[in-house]
């Protein structure tokens, strides 16, 4: 079933974009550590909603 294969790859492509695309953010926060201000919202948990 090659379908069955694309698909599969398809949702490992997907799954690898979505993981670069919140590590990468991570690893550029954790590598600067001053202060990023309020609207950091890894420094800050929640701000609260609106
Ligand atoms: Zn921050």
């Known amino acids: ?3 069955w294969q694309y698909a599969i ?3 490992l492509v997907l ?3 979505a993981a670069t695309v919140v ?3 991570l690893l550029v926060h954790e590598r ?3 202060d990023h201000g309020p609207t950091c ?3 800050r948990p929640r701000p609260g909603r609106r």
């Open 9 to 11: 790859g398809l949702l």
């Open 15 to 17: 799954a690898t974009l």
């Open 41 to 43: 919202r890894w420094c």
């Open 1 to 3: 079933m090659t379908l």
């Open 32 to 34: 600067a550590r001053h």
């Open 23 to 25: 590590t990468v953010p």
